[in-house]
């Protein structure tokens, strides 16, 4: 299995991106996907993660501006990142818990990271 992160990139204060995720190789299911950030000399940290059925949760800073999505036909999950701010600077992860097979647990899988830089 692997992920494939896309859109980030440089973005001045207050402005948007969209970073996207996608998830290929023998997959039966996916149960939750979300991202992560990590900042330099910071912990990683979970900013946003949905479960198969919608179910979201958020990071208490990003919440109002931030929205996770997914489109399980296409495998693939969003993070919609609006008035962002120079504290949003950071890798981002995207993950996914995947089973291979129908009698499989699942197993979590990282994507590559994206960078994100906000310019104040």
């Known amino acids: 299995v692997q992920l494939q992160a896309s859109g980030g990139g440089l973005v001045q204060a207050g402005g948007s991106l969209r970073l996207s995720c996608a998830a290929s190789g023998i997959i039966f299911s996916i149960n939750t996907m979300g991202w992560y950030r990590q900042a330099p000399g910071k912990q990683r940290e979970l900013v946003a993660a949905?479960?198969?059925?919608?179910?979201?949760n958020y990071a208490d800073s990003v919440k109002g501006r931030f929205t996770i999505s997914r489109d399980n036909a296409k495998k693939t999950v969003y993070l919609q990142m609006n008035t962002l701010k120079p504290e949003d600077t950071a890798v981002y992860y995207c993950t996914a818990a995947v089973s291979d097979k129908f009698w499989s647990p699942p197993k979590d899988y990282w994507g590559q990271g994206t960078q994100v830089t906000v310019s104040s």
């Open positions: 949905i479960s198969s059925g919608g179910y979201t």
